[in-house]
């Protein structure tokens, strides 16, 4: 139902920044988790940032909180990922997904996941 498609990957220096986008193919009125997780090599897939369109709270792992900022442009139907201040740790393949109702940090909970979008911080 919810096509996703990610923009904005790179590779950058750390200490750089990028955006992502992610926009959705459809609009809905149903409250729902927008979220970027990431997959780096050898790793498990892990959320990063999450945003509840219910009540726009936003969500962090430990790693990034601080330096990724999480945003929703409803007028575009699109989720940003900001994201400062990158470090090597931060190299992987960036993946929006959507999931009905409020958010978790379990990437088995959401229904529709975009592409994937490379992010690759050298040092």
């Known amino acids: 139902q919810v096509q996703l498609v990610e923009s904005g990957g790179d590779s950058v220096q750390a200490g750089g920044s990028l955006r992502l986008s992610c926009a959705a193919s459809?609009?809905?009125?149903?409250?729902?988790?927008m979220g970027w997780f990431r997959q780096a090599p050898r790793k498990e897939r892990e959320a990063v940032a999450l945003?509840?369109?219910?009540?726009?709270?936003?969500y962090y792992t430990a790693s990034v909180r601080g330096r990724f900022t999480i945003s929703h442009d409803s007028g575009r139907n699109t989720v940003y990922l900001q994201m400062n201040s990158l470090e090597a740790d931060d190299t992987g393949m960036y993946y929006c997904?959507?999931?009905?109702?409020?958010?978790?940090?379990?990437?088995?909970?959401?229904?529709?996941w975009g592409q994937g979008t490379q992010v690759t911080v050298s040092s």
């Open positions: 997904a959507v999931r009905w109702g409020v958010c978790t940090f379990d990437r088995s909970s959401y229904t529709y």
């Open positions: 945003f509840y369109t219910g009540t726009r709270s936003t």
């Open positions: 459809t609009v809905t009125y149903a409250s729902k988790c």
